[in-house]
């Protein structure tokens, strides 16, 4: 079993659809981060938490650390929202991280 | 700030060659990890230094693959000999220190070994 477990592997999305990427992690952590990757692109970090909430524009972050779980939330969807979502936490004791497979969000017209 | 800077962008070579590859992070940034990406795996870390030093290098795959870190603005990443297997995107990150800081990636090295 992965440590970082993401939810769902695949997501296609209308335009203007509201939309939850999830995680979930089997490990104790300082920080979890959520990064964004575009198709042959590089990567972009869009939040690092540790607890609480945060919001970017259209994108929120949320994490309960009892429940070891966060959420990534677009709202309003737009086509150049599509790219590949990463979850990654950052172990307690160690500085690195540990990656979740990723969610490739594919938002249409 | 450019942000972290990588060379070269794209890397074709064939099995045997020796490849080095090379990362600029933030100035200022005291972590640098190098990355690596595949299909198969997914990212997963090789190495981090912390103030130039190697701290965790037990992603290194095997003894083929070598990082050093000669200032606080320079890195390398070398396979020697190379093998097909070794083709992925490797990325390079830095970040202000240990704790709980951001990250900023590199564009990354598409390496293809034929």
């Known amino acids: 079993k992965n440590e970082v477990e993401q939810s769902p592997q695949n997501l296609t999305a209308q335009e203007g659809e509201f939309i939850t990427i999830n995680c979930s992690y089997s490990?104790?952590?300082?920080?979890l981060h959520w990064l964004q990757q575009h198709p042959g692109g590089g990567i972009v970090s869009l939040f690092m938490?540790?607890?609480g909430k945060k919001k970017h524009g259209r994108l929120i972050a949320t994490i309960n650390i009892q429940e070891k779980h966060s959420s990534l939330h677009i709202t309003a969807s737009h086509p150049r929202d599509s790219a590949v979502y990463i979850c990654a936490v950052r172990l307690g004791y160690a500085d690195k991280l540990i990656f979740g497979t990723g969610t490739r969000l594919q938002v249409f017209p | 700030d450019a942000g972290v800077i990588q060379s070269p962008r794209h890397e074709v070579t064939e099995m045997g060659q020796e490849v080095t590859l090379r990362c600029k992070p933030i100035s200022g940034h005291n972590s640098l990890f190098w990355y690596r990406q595949t299909m198969m795996r997914g990212l997963e870390l090789l190495i981090y230094?912390?103030?130039?030093?190697?701290?965790?290098d037990s992603g290194m795959p095997e003894d083929r693959f070598s990082a050093k870190m000669p200032n606080a603005s320079f890195s390398t990443l070398k396979i020697q000999p190379s093998e097909p297997r070794d083709s992925a995107v490797y990325f390079c990150a830095s970040s202000p220190g240990t704790g709980n800081y951001g990250y900023t990636f590199g564009s990354g090295t598409r390496l293809t070994v034929v």
């Open positions: 230094f912390n103030n130039n030093v190697p701290i965790d």
């Open positions: 490990v104790g952590i300082s920080a």
């Open positions: 938490l540790s607890s």
